[in-house]
């Protein structure tokens, strides 16, 4: 038989009635023979009200205690889901994540998967149950609960099948695939039958978020299968794999858009008091993740280092460069709010140049200022007001012409 590990995201399990489809189609896949891993999120809902005690308390708790918050989060929806599978008559088992054997390092919040060790998992196959486990937990060297941040629960997912040596993984949401953009904020978006890993590990790190990097990464390295899909029986969903020959890449494969981004300014009084090396070491080490980056060194004008960051982080990125001002020698920390960030995707770019010509050329038509860019092989991305942000995604879904279901 052929292990499967199915990851049912929280927005699947909110209500009695969307619970009671998950349970039917683990039924349906447990009748056709398969042994089943499930790996639910937490739900958001209930989640929320177990931080908001803690945030009561304190505006900033404790790192570890946090992360043994967030995992009773989601201990219990993957206990609420074992149960309603018992109550459908399906021998079902629930697993916290050390229980399953993740191991994580000890970087809480943001844990890093170090080992996988399934022998209990394995077990309980063997034994013909159903093992739901909780997604998005682990625990580290010193026995402690951590927490895997952003898309902890399908990393575990892909972990968990590529330890068990799964035939695939099977990601459920409300929505149905991957597609060309957030068909939300794009209605004319299609959805995309077959994506290459490399194509998805490029949106998802540019702000689509139907699947978390590390997953993508995961799966790419160990070539494990992802599909994408809803919960309707009639679904196909998209499948992820490894890459085609890139001649046969469509130019443009996707838009995707990050809200809530903050542009933050250190000057300088002198250029030879700059040094980006030392600031973002100084960020990096305090877990703060910087996106674009531009350097202005001009003659006559002083020096000035802009980036890009989540509005999450911004208070803290205020508050370390302020302790740090004297040793990184700036003079001054500015910032802009309410901007957006546009990603153009795809692999077929490195073979034809001109794209970001067009992106710049068709904003420019729609009076969308471009506030900074950063460029790659296989990709554009432009910070924008955040105001302009669904115009300028339909506009250059448009201009790429991304409509009609697609394989890439």
């Known amino acids: 038989m052929t292990i499967i590990v199915m990851k049912f995201g929280g927005s699947t399990l909110t209500t009695p009635e969307e619970l ?3 349970v039917a189609h683990v039924k349906r896949m447990q009748e056709a023979g398969h042994q089943l891993v499930i790996v639910p999120s937490s739900i958001k809902s209930m989640r929320d009200h177990i931080v908001k005690a803690a945030t009561t308390i304190t505006n900033i708790p404790a790192k570890r205690e946090l992360d043994v918050i967030y ?8 206990a609420l889901m074992s149960i309603a599978l018992q109550d459908a008559g399906i021998d079902a088992i629930q697993l916290t994540g050390w229980q399953a054997g993740i191991e994580t390092d000890s970087t809480h919040r943001v844990a890093r ?3 996988v060790n399934p022998k209990k998992v394995t077990q309980y196959l063997e034994e013909g149950k159903v093992v739901v486990v909780a997604g998005y937990q682990g625990i580290d060297e010193y026995g402690d609960i951590t927490t895997l941040g952003d898309g902890g629960t399908e990393t575990v997912a892909v972990a968990l099948a590529v330890a068990l040596q799964a035939a695939r993984v099977e990601l459920y949401s409300q929505v149905d695939g991957v597609y060309t953009a957030d068909p939300l904020v794009v209605p004319k978006a299609a959805k995309i039958d077959e994506l290459s890993y490399e194509a998805m590990l490029e949106l998802a790190q540019l702000g689509a978020r139907i699947i978390h ?4 990464e995961l799966a790419k390295q160990f070539k494990m299968p992802l599909i994408v899909r809803s919960l309707a029986q009639d679904a196909t969903g998209t499948l992820l794999k490894e890459e085609k020959n890139v001649e046969q890449a469509l130019l443009v494969q996707g838009i995707a858009y990050e809200s809530d981004v903050i542009r933050l300014t250190v000057g300088y009084e002198e250029s030879s008091e700059t040094s980006l090396a030392t600031i973002f070491k100084v960020l990096a080490e305090h877990g703060i993740n910087v996106d674009l980056i531009v350097q202005s060194l001009l ?3 002083n020096p000035t280092v802009s980036f890009s960051i989540a509005k999450e982080q911004f208070a803290e990125c205020l508050e370390v460069l302020e302790q740090s001002k004297a040793s990184l020698g700036f003079t001054f920390a500015d910032f802009e709010v309410g901007l957006a960030k546009i990603s153009v995707a795809g692999s077929g770019m ?8 067009r992106i710049f050329d068709r904003l420019r038509k729609e009076d969308i200022t471009v506030k900074m860019v950063s460029t790659s092989e ?7 007001p955040q105001d302009d942000m669904v115009r300028a995604a339909n506009a250059l879904h448009d201009e790429f012409n991304l409509v009609g279901s697609v394989r890439v």
Not at 213 to 216: H, I, K, R
Not at 350 to 357: F, I, S, T, Y
Request: glycine share 6%; with cysteine.
């Open 20 to 22: 009671t489809q998950v």
């Open 213 to 216: 990097p590390c997953a993508v």
């Open 113 to 115: 998967i170090s080992n």
């Open 299 to 301: 003659n006559g004008i």
């Open 71 to 78: 995992a009773s989060a989601t201990s219990v929806s993957s």
């Open 378 to 384: 296989i990709k554009v991305s432009v910070i924008i």
């Open 350 to 357: 490195m073979l034809n140049p001109g794209v970001a010509a």
